[in-house]
């Protein structure tokens, strides 16, 4: 592996110009110009035991990485949309793409996080007019392969990166549109935030725009007329604890499973009762968008017949981790199918 002094290119303000070569043995510090083509590093199947440590092979490279065309395809079509001037949006929408982008700004923001917005305003509102309707048809097949019945939308980025802004500009984008335009099915004004644990609920609450340090004024997401508009939106912050099941009724535990008899316990709250738990301050809204945050911690496991056969600890640690994946992927299913949706909708998750 080669030794980069200095590994910063390209201005964060900027879409990138260029980076480092990889080679049959790893990143060199060799540069190439313009952007590295979207790519992932597939990993060893197989791990090897180290006493109690699982060890993963880690070799970054050439032969290690696998292309992602569908990534790059819709990079170039977001990037001719911008550079074309945004057509085909809503006049909300031009009016948060100008204020975002305004070279004038006192705190600019990273060139992914207004590309990470653009491509879900493109997916919303422009693809279909302009002959894209591929990306939502990619979308649809990649998530009944691997969530049928929860489509859902990744949009991937960097540690430090700025993830919680880009979602003050999504839940912004989103709400100003519906508060513009109530009868657009492409806009809502709720939004449910799931988040791993309670510490990053917390931390979440910037994305409130009632929170004395919210984003929207902290960031400068939005000028302060549209930021008293989206106090209008509401705006529900849970951990996916929320998702398990609650008792119910006074009677103790032993009593409860001598009357049910193995039977489905009518003092366990049902799924369609979780959901209205965590969502009754949405006030039954039934379009809403669910931002589940740290999203790599929700997963239905797929069977691996190269798996390693784990003992002890590291079993126990490893279902646990899958029990948690369970409840929340579980839990957003029953948002999904709460919410009522009535087609396909790339957007909602």
Not at 125 to 151: C, F, H, M, Q
Not at 272 to 301: S, T
Request: net charge neutral; charged share 30%.
């Amino acid at each position: 592996m080669s030794v980069i002094d200095n590994p910063i290119l390209n201005s964060p303000f900027s879409e990138p110009t260029r980076h480092f070569k990889f080679d049959e043995d790893g990143i060199t510090n060799e540069i190439e110009s313009g952007r590295r083509p979207s790519s992932h590093f597939v990993p060893i199947p197989r791990a090897k035991k180290n006493g109690k440590q699982l060890q993963f092979e880690t070799e970054w490279t050439k032969d290690r990485i696998e292309a992602n065309p569908v990534v790059d395809r819709i990079r170039q079509r977001v990037g001719a949309w911008r550079t074309g001037g945004y057509v085909g949006v809503t006049g909300a929408t031009s009016r948060l793409l100008a204020y975002w982008t305004n070279e004038e700004r006192d705190k600019k923001l990273f060139f992914c996080q207004i590309e990470a917005v653009e491509t879900a305003i493109y997916i919303t509102e422009v693809a279909r007019k302009y002959g894209d309707s591929w990306i939502e048809n990619d979308l649809r097949t990649a998530n009944d392969s691997s969530n049928p019945g929860l489509p859902r939308l990744a949009l991937k980025m960097a540690t430090g990166s700025g993830k919680t802004v880009v979602m003050a500009m999504l839940i912004a984008w989103q709400a100003l549109n519906k508060l513009e335009d109530r009868q657009d099915k492409n806009f809502s004004d709720a939004f449910l935030i799931v988040t791993p644990g309670i510490t990053i609920r917390d931390r979440l609450r910037v994305l409130l725009p009632t929170d004395p340090d919210n984003y929207y004024r902290q960031r400068d997401i939005l000028p302060p007329d549209l930021l008293e508009r989206l106090a209008q939106a509401r705006i529900v912050i849970t951990n996916y604890h929320g998702f398990l099941a609650h008792e119910r009724g006074d009677a103790a535990r032993l009593t409860k499973s001598i009357l049910t008899k193995g039977e489905p316990s009518p003092f366990v709250e049902t799924p369609d009762q979780v959901v209205r738990r965590v969502c009754r301050d949405l006030g039954g809204k039934k379009n809403i968008v669910v931002i589940n945050d740290e999203a790599h911690h929700c997963y239905r496991r797929r069977p691996d017949p190269e798996a390693v056969t784990l003992s002890g600890e590291e079993r126990r640690e490893a279902e646990k981790r899958d029990e948690e994946a369970r409840v929340w992927l579980t839990g957003l299913e029953g948002e999904r199918w709460m919410v009522r949706a009535s087609k396909y909708d790339p957007r909602g998750f």
